[in-house]
């Protein structure tokens, strides 16, 4: 019998703990107000998809012959990259006040050479950053065929130049962000996130201040489970380390662009285990809250025809607009996310 009452009282301390929880959880959420939602949407619509698509036939063209980690096409593709920035005069975040961050050969991978992550940033008036990441390198020539990497991760690449220049217009025109914006695109993401991991060792911003990572892998394409609804994106990661940002991320998608939010993937029992296979991997592993932008894999997968006319290209700029969305309220944000174990 005594037992049996002790049991009796643990059970209702578990009960009211998860009481407290959820009414925790539910006050988080409830304080969450999306304000300016005309504002947002004035310089979310910069983002057009005719710049997107121009762009994106230029980044995933035979010129860049792929994209391979430390080859000519690669660095073809760094430097089309700075070049944007320099002619939107958006600030360069690299090495010796340049665009570039350089990945010596020694830290990659056998048989690679040196290669560069581009970072170009908007600076705030905190010391507060938010991080919207993407890779640019790909496969590069396999068997005398060029791996042109249209939707992986050339729509990452464009949609994070368009969100760029789109913050830059904003910026010119008063609304300058509370926190700095990094815009970084990452190299060596084939080869085993190496540029996130770079990155994440040798930070430009000072990773206790970075409050959020929004990584952007694949999302020009529909993939088979959506063909007959193709106004989706899906989210992984955003709850895992701070449900504050999943509520966010949620709020925001319903003042503007009101996409299908699926988390199939987001499932720690997801056998295909994506939440640990694209950069924003590497900021989780420090405790910064990350979501992952993805429309799923296709048959073009890592392969030659992966090709910039399957582009969904509507479909690209409302997803870029979508992120846009949610990074101008994060870049506004007076103080960190709030994590789980603070709850």
């Known amino acids: ?14 009960a009211c703990a998860n009481t407290k929880y959820s009414k925790r959880l539910e006050q988080l959420h409830d304080n969450i107000i999306v304000k300016d939602s005309t504002t947002v949407a004035k310089f979310a619509n910069t983002i057009t998809l005719e710049e997107l698509k121009d762009q994106l036939y230029k980044i995933s063209s035979q010129d860049f012959e792929g994209r391979k980690v430390g080859t000519k096409g690669q660095k073809l593709a760094a430097n089309y990259i700075k ?76 949609a994070i130049m368009q969100i760029a220049q789109a913050f830059k217009i904003a910026e010119q025109q008063g609304f300058k962000p509370k926190n700095n914006i990094l815009f970084l695109h990452l190299t060596a993401e084939e080869i085993g996130l190496q540029g996130s991991l770079y990155y994440t060792k040798n930070p430009k ?57 699926d988390y199939k993937y987001n499932d720690e029992d997801d056998p295909n285990h994506y939440y640990y296979r694209s950069d924003h991997y590497n900021f989780a592993q420090k405790q910064i809250p990350v ?28 997803r870029t607009k979508l992120i846009f969305s949610t990074a101008w309220y994060l870049a506004n944000m007076d103080r960190p996310l709030i994590l789980n174990e603070d709850i």
């Open 83 to 158: 070049s944007f920035y320099i002619d939107n005069n958006i600030q360069a975040a690299g090495d010796n006040s340049s665009y570039f961050q350089e990945i010596p050969k020694s830290f990659l991978p056998k048989d690679y050479e040196t290669s560069e992550n581009v970072l170009a940033y908007i600076k705030g008036t905190t010391d507060q950053t938010i991080i919207i990441s993407g890779h640019f390198d790909h496969l590069g020539i396999e068997h005398g065929e060029i791996n042109y990497g249209a939707d992986d991760n050339g729509s990452g690449t464009v």
């Open 205 to 261: 911003f000072n990773l206790t201040n970075t409050i959020a990572n929004l990584n952007i892998d694949m999302i020009g394409r529909v993939d088979d489970a959506h063909a007959n609804n193709p106004n989706y994106v899906y989210l992984i990661g955003a709850d895992r380390i701070s449900k504050e940002l999943h509520f966010i991320s949620e709020k925001v998608n319903k003042t503007s662009t009101n996409l299908t939010l």
């Open 291 to 318: 979501i992952f932008y993805f429309n799923g894999t296709h048959k073009d997968y890592h392969k030659p025809s992966d090709t910039p006319e399957k582009i969904n290209y509507q479909l690209l700029t409302k």
């Open 1 to 14: 019998m005594k037992s049996l009452i002790v049991l009796s009282a643990l059970t209702l301390v578990g």
